[in-house]
């Protein structure tokens, strides 16, 4: 690996109070920038753990900052040559950032494609010539390596990254005597080169030559069989007819109608050739297609795999699933009627067909002998559970509790729970749920968690423990959607202890959002250590690809994304429990996260979220229907029957919603569960004036929209960011001492306070800009060294951890949406919201990472909202309208019930724009 740079950084420095300098060594390599910290001759890692003081003496102060927060969000790699920075994360990172660690923010520099020798002979050469500014021909008088440009005068320059992706590729010729490859290669270049708009010499311009640069994929299915058909696309001008041709026969070149040259990126006709060569599709592997073509098709770049499942339903296919249930109806006092059977449902819950259990047997023998689980039905398909015979023998063994009149004495019923008990899947309905006693009997409705549990549950905790309880013992799902900060994980946890003590823990799969993967296992250690014995972090590179590996883990902890890509390989597991945290990541029930989670073998499914509702009612339809299959009937039943007189306010429907999810679904909220056991929470709303430079710029935008050269929802967005900043809208501002930003200067204020009373404070943003203003500025007025977790932190409970160890005074700067889950911050109590997120549910989990349980102090929450005082608009700024339309959903996102409609925010402040 070449390094083009040497030690850059300063010298170790001894300042007037004898604390030793930090010094920062950069190498600049062609794969990115590699960081060694040096004190006293002793190198440093991360986190430094240094004082304030020591900080605020650091020459390179910003530089020291920059890579501290690149390494919690995981951008620095630890090598044995330093902290490596890879130049393929560079534009994942604010430009003001990459400054302050020595990476000047990219050039884009004037590039003509040019030629030495002609096309077809020894000594033919592409090349770029490069101009900036006063500087011609830099690729003969700079020195440069990967990406970096060192200018004669010894200016260091990075390459904007799709003009170095293109000088990669220009320096990647073959063979000049390969015709083939050659003439590809130059008319690749040509394509790219007129794509992006840079200069072609003349002899080049001359060369006419096409290219074709996409491969898609069209599907034939004559009814019996599906097969995969290559089809070549080109950003230049090339007929229909003549690409198809080229498809047809795998030509790499042919001559248009206007006697130009067409080639076939290479790349691309051996993707092509990739695919042909995949078999045609039959019999099961049909509807195997449908659910997960990635199994199927080869990985082809450009490939977007997530539309084939709709292009399949195109070609009339449809695949259903065979839902088993046991359903009971009281037909007098004591005595019940069972139903057996399997419904038919497509992936939207709707019911095609009911079969009686033994109806399906015909259908079962066929898979059986065929060995496979989808069938063929009505001409569709049909996807039959795993454990489809036995569920038809059990109901033979039920039916034997049956009276002469063929009815059941509710004294049998936790019997015949009992005979289902190792069935995953099955659906029952509410009468067969009424067995008490037995479940009081086996110690179901046990209060106290066992004694690897070391906690000691509240009392609605030890509710939600019995309760998670009594759904595993009675073959039901759950959704937990209490409120943010009662405790959901550690309930969890308490069952957890519970299914290892009575040996039915392992496997046991929990499905969450990146950021909280660390988060379980330091829960896990607090509060059940003896569960990580056997507990398993999938992620990685090298993350099991065994099944059966898997089946031996008690606890396996994984992403939604990695359950997708490895879906395939948690598929052949039957789970005993499939437990997702912050379900809201399933709220959608057409995404690839839903389907796969929808399709796990599990005999016990938990959904966990305090907001099953952030947008509409359907994505509470989307998590019940993993919780529960079938027991809010399909999507557009349940669209008929609860979401339309919802939203057409009928008073008695909310309710009846809540009573067919009553036995599976549980929210409590805080100010119901812990009352005074909570200290106060004071709200303070606090108006501020637009400053000077922000008034000249929200005119200019009102101009804008006035004279429509500005549309309403561009509007509102650069209302919203200058009424924060101005320098989030125009640069020049960045600079603007913070006394001349009103909201700005109240927010100092605030913390200023805190500062007096040595307590924390927690401010939200969403703008990454603005967290960066933030904490320059909080800095240079307190001298400390705030903290900012975002979208792009990697290691959230790292800097959690270090800001709750902190005594006294200290500030954390967050994004509402990144840190609105899995967080407790309860050594904070006062919360500055500086931009407000327009769902109120999501603003208050950001409030709610300081009030919750192990909050001691009064909790103060602040809204500085810049108002109109001088009339620029009928109706208030963008802020003090959402400020309003936020405190009139208050109430609204309190509840679980919440359409769409009534939290159309976005739409309200357009109508009063």
Excluded at 381 to 397: F, G, T, Y
Excluded at 470 to 478: A, I, K, P, Q
Excluded at 715 to 729: C, F, M, N, Y
Aim: proline share 4%.
């Amino acid at each position: 690996m070449g390094r083009l740079f040497g030690f850059l950084g300063n010298r170790k420095k001894q300042d007037v109070t004898g604390v030793a300098q930090i010094s920062i060594s950069k190498q600049y390599t062609a794969e990115g920038v590699y960081y060694r910290l040096f004190r006293d001759s002793n190198e440093l890692a991360f986190p430094l753990n240094l004082r304030v003081s020591e900080y605020l003496q650091l020459a390179e102060i910003e530089c020291v900052e920059v890579l501290e927060d690149l390494w919690f969000d995981g951008y620095l790699e630890q090598t044995s040559a330093g902290y490596f920075f890879d130049y393929c994360n560079f534009d994942k990172v604010l430009e003001e950032s990459l400054r302050k660690v020595g990476v000047p923010a990219p050039t884009a520099f004037k590039l003509k494609l040019a030629h030495s020798s002609a096309v077809g002979t020894p000594h033919f050469k592409l090349f770029l010539e490069k101009s900036h500014g006063s500087w011609k021909h830099l690729e003969r008088t700079a020195k440069m390596e990967g990406p970096w440009l060192t200018l004669p005068d010894q200016q260091i320059l990075l390459m904007e990254k799709n003009q170095y992706q293109f000088q990669k590729f220009i320096e990647s010729a073959p063979d000049p005597m390969d015709r083939e490859s050659i003439f590809a290669y130059v008319a690749e270049a040509r394509s790219l080169a007129l794509q992006h708009g840079y200069e072609i010499d003349d002899y080049l311009q001359r060369q006419e030559y096409l290219f074709v640069d996409q491969v898609e994929v069209d599907l034939n299915y004559d009814g019996e069989s599906i097969t995969f058909i290559p089809s070549y696309a080109s950003n230049d001008n090339i007929s229909e007819n003549l690409l198809a041709e080229m498809s047809r026969t795998a030509q790499r070149y042919a001559v248009d109608s206007g006697n130009r040259k067409v080639f076939v990126k290479p790349s691309i006709a051996d993707n092509a050739d990739r695919i042909k060569r995949v078999p045609s599709l039959a019999g099961a592997d049909i509807p195997k297609f449908a659910e997960n073509p990635e199994a199927y098709l080869p990985d082809v770049e450009g490939l977007d795999l997530s539309k084939f499942g709709e292009r399949v339903k195109s070609l009339g296919i449809r695949v259903y699933r065979a839902q088993p249930f046991v359903h009971a109806s009281e037909q007098e006092r004591g005595w019940f009627e069972l139903d057996f059977g399997f419904n038919a449902q497509d992936e939207n819950g709707e019911i095609h067909e009911t079969w009686e259990a033994s109806e399906l047997m015909g259908l079962i023998n066929e898979a059986k002998e065929s060995g496979e689980s989808f069938i063929e039905w009505n001409g569709n398909w049909l996807r039959l559970p795993q454990d489809a015979e036995e569920i038809v023998e059990k109901s033979k063994e039920a039916k034997l509790q049956f009276n002469a009149e063929g009815l059941v004495d509710v004294t049998k019923l936790p019997y015949v729970l009992e005979i289902y008990e190792n069935i995953a899947q099955l659906e029952f309905n509410q009468p067969i749920l009424q067995a008490q006693q037995q479940m009081q009997d086996s110690g179901v409705l046990q209060q106290i968690p066992p004694a690897s549990f070391t906690a000691l549950l509240k009392p609605f905790q030890a509710e939600g423990f019995v309760w998670m309880k009594s759904l595993h013992y009675r073959h039901l799902g759950g959704l937990l959607a209490d409120d943010m900060g009662l405790g959901k994980t550690i309930q969890v946890i308490s069952f957890l202890t519970h299914l290892h003590e009575a040996g039915k823990l392992t496997p046991t799969l929990v499905i969450v959002p990146k950021t909280l993967m660390d988060n379980w296992e330091k829960e896990l250690s607090k509060f059940a250590p003896g569960l990580l014995r056997s507990f398993y972090l999938h992620r990685g590179t090298q993350r099991l690809k065994d099944a059966e590996e898997l089946k031996r883990i008690g606890i396996t902890v994984t992403t939604y994304q990695t359950l997708v890509r490895d879906q395939l390989i948690f598929g052949q597991v039957d789970w005993q429990a499939v437990i997702c945290d912050e379900a809201q990541a399933i709220k959608n029930p057409s995404t690839a996260s839903s389907k796969v989670l929808k399709a796990m073998k599990s005999r016990f499914r938990l959904a966990m979220t305090g907001t099953p509702v952030e947008n509409g009612l359907s994505e509470l339809w989307s998590i019940m229907d993993y919780v529960q299959p079938g027991l809010l009937g399909s999507l557009s039943e349940f669209k008929n029957q609860f979401i339309n007189r919802i939203e057409a306010q009928e008073p008695e429907a909310e309710q009846q919603l809540l009573a067919r999810i009553s036995t599976v679904y549980k929210r409590r909220t805080k100010s119901e569960e812990l009352g005074d056991q909570l200290p106060s929470k004071t709200s303070v709303m606090t108006k501020v004036p637009l400053g000077e430079e922000q008034e000249q710029l929200y005119k200019e935008v009102i101009t804008l929209v006035q004279q429509k050269m500005m549309d309403g929802l561009q509007a509102i967005q650069r209302l919203k960011q200058l009424s924060s900043h101005p320098g989030l809208v125009s640069e020049q501002y960045l600079s603007l001492p913070y006394n001349r930003v009103p909201k700005l200067k109240e927010t100092i204020d605030i913390v200023r306070r805190a500062r007096e009373t040595g307590e924390k404070v927690l401010i939200f943003t969403e703008y990454r800009q603005m967290q960066e203003i933030l904490r320059s500025t909080i800095r240079e007025c307190f001298e400390i060294m705030p903290g900012v977790i975002n979208g792009m932190t990697d290691r959230r409970q790292q800097q959690v951890d270090l800001f709750n160890a902190k005594p006294g005074f200290d500030v954390l700067i967050l994004s509402p949406k990144a840190a609105g889950t899995g967080l407790t911050i309860t050594s904070a109590n006062h919360v500055i919201h500086y931009t407000r997120w327009w769902n109120p549910a999501v603003e208050n989990q950001a409030t709610d990472r300081a009030y919750r349980i192990g909050q001691d102090k009064p909790v103060y929450v602040y809204y500085p909202v810049v108002s109109d005082d001088r009339g620029i608009t009928k109706n208030g700024t963008v802020e003090e309208i959402v400020h309003r339309l936020l405190t009139e959903k208050q109430d609204m996102a309190s509840s679980v019930i919440v359409s769409s409609r009534k939290l159309d925010i976005e739409s309200e402040v357009l109508n009063t724009f």
